[in-house]
């Protein structure tokens, strides 16, 4: 008898484990808030990889919005995102919990301090997320720049996963520089690295810009004295 009831408690705690992992945030939710009595209508576009949530959100003042810290812990999602008012940008800070039909998200959001705040609910909505959302890096990347009058050529290894990206560029001083800190959010890589010039060691900070094929980059030493400005192509 105390067999069975151990082999019955069992199955009653896999019957419920797979529910309460159940929820999924990817794709695309709608839905409007009331800001001083207008309905303002927002679009959340989101790709969920191993609890990392990436994505965007259309309809504030700066859009689309990429989101930040992205999360999915059951059925919470939490985020923030940049977004400007009246010429200030304000970081809002959004939570929300899936409903159990995996169909509306009920979300809390306002500014980072809690001056202002508001609830809405989002449905899920048959469009897919836009494509960028899906964009991965991974791969060998190749452009130039131009460094005092010489054209500088520059092949970037990338390898990204769950919103993590790892590698090295060639071509720098020191080469192969390793990556540091490297992300995709949305359409955007960020990272960093070290390289030598004339005995100094300087930090790097990379940020680009993803499309089909390319990424734009912007980078420059970490004190801003220097910058550049350059395209990689995708190496077959």
Do not use: C
């Not at 609910?121 to 009058?149: C, H, I, N």
């Not at 790097?204 to 734009?216: M, N, P, R």
């Amino acid at each position: 008898m105390r067999n069975l009831l151990r082999i019955a408690g069992l199955v009653a705690f896999l019957a419920v484990l797979p529910a309460a992992n159940a929820a999924d945030a990817s794709g695309t939710w709608k839905g409007a808030f009331d800001f001083q009595g207008s309905n303002i209508p927002l679009a959340f576009h989101f790709t969920v990889a191993n609890g990392a949530v990436t994505g965007t959100v259309e309809g504030l003042p700066t859009t689309p919005a990429e989101l930040h810290d992205g999360k999915l812990d059951s059925s919470t999602v939490t985020f923030w995102v940049n977004t400007d008012f009246q010429g200030q940008t304000y970081k809002l800070v959004f939570k929300g919990t899936i409903s159990a039909a995996g169909d509306q998200i009920a979300l809390s959001f306002g500014t980072e301090d809690g001056t202002w705040g508001t609830q809405m609910t989002a449905a899920r909505s048959a469009e897919t997320a836009p494509a960028l959302a899906g964009l991965d890096v991974t791969g060998t990347w190749k452009g130039s720049f131009d460094f005092q009058g010489t054209n500088m050529p520059l092949t970037i290894h990338l390898t990204s996963a769950a919103g993590v990206v790892t590698g090295t560029v060639e071509g720098l001083p020191t080469t192969p520089a390793e990556i540091h800190e490297g992300k995709l959010d949305g359409d955007t890589v960020s990272f960093w690295l070290n390289t030598d010039y004339q005995g100094q060691m300087y930090k790097l900070i990379y940020k680009g810009k993803v499309t089909t094929g390319q990424i734009a980059f912007s980078f420059g030493t970490d004190d801003g004295s220097w910058g550049a400005q350059m395209t990689a192509t995708k190496a077959m």
